[in-house]
């Protein structure tokens, strides 16, 4: 009888020790996975791709140009297929009408005793404003109104109030996608088969990168036959002032907004004048060659000081006449803009030069400077 318990406990001991071994050895394995992980992230973290950063590019210095013997041109876009047929797929025009938003009530701000403002500039800069704020909005009537205002206008102060609200304006029948009745400087266009964004710019006197920007295309390939785009009927223009360190940038003679510039340094100051964007002077990052140092620099110097546009001009009319060499394009000191630090070049922040080189079209696109 001694020996059926000695036999009941012997299975049982056997089958505890079996039992240990398997949680044993299950702990080892999950031991093993834990240090494989953590080797592979010790952070703990989700690993992540390194982000690329694009560092600001840096613009010219102290340059008076001088037409380089060997430039890189203008970036060529991908080459442009021509639409054919079966690339058809016609897309929904646009809405002719803004959204309807709410606006303040922007009426001009009464002048100080003793000032007064042109009476006839506060009228049409009100009636502006009131077509602004009906139901809907007639933005492209308010704009025309508030540009004549801007045109007979005189005082610097009301010039400023009078050019926020047109850049606002600008925002919407400009800068989008949507179209106004009754606007002269905006229409609307079906892409034929064999039609090249470039093409298209050209007969409309602006650059294709323009269209591409209102249009939300990413590449000019992707243009479609039957597609609907939104065409600008050209050229763009700026205004430089002198005194102010301002540029006005305009639409044929519709003023679209302003840009701060850095000016020519004494002795070497920014001819006044009318000048017009040279023949294939719309550069990215040319070679050039200080007059005053004698050094070239190339686009991959470390202290390359010209950023990625460069927008060549050639004087017509005034001091500018005959003269060349200057420029504009922007600068990798910002604190210099708004003074006169330059040797003659127009100089613009890096982001404001990309605008302007993507609006202003070489022989028709003309720059006046002025005090």
Known sequence: MARYPFTWFSKLGAWNRNHTYIVISALLIIALIVIYMYDRNPSGQNEQPPVETVPDAGIAKDVVVEKPEHVVTETPPEPEVAVTQK??????????????????????????????FDPQVTKL??????????????????????NEALLMCRDRRQQVTIKNELAKLAERWLFSKSLFPDDKLTDRYQVKPGDLLQTIGRRHRVPYQILMQINNIRRPQSLQAGQIIKVLNGPFNVKVYRSTFTMDLYLRNTYVRSFPVGLGKPGMETPTGLWRVESGGKLVKPVWTNRLTGRTYRPDDKDYPLGSRWIALEGLEGDAKGRAGFAIHGTKDPEQIGKADSQGCIRLHNGNAILIYNMLIPIHSQVLVQD
């Open 87 to 116: 690339q058809v797929d016609v897309q929904p025009v646009q809405t002719l009408a803004a959204k309807t938003q709410s606006h303040p009530d922007l009426s001009i701000v009464q002048p100080k005793p003793g000032i007064k």
């Open 125 to 146: 800069f009100n009636e502006a404003m009131e077509l602004v704020n009906t139901e809907p909005s007639k933005i492209i009537q308010a704009r025309d109104t508030l």
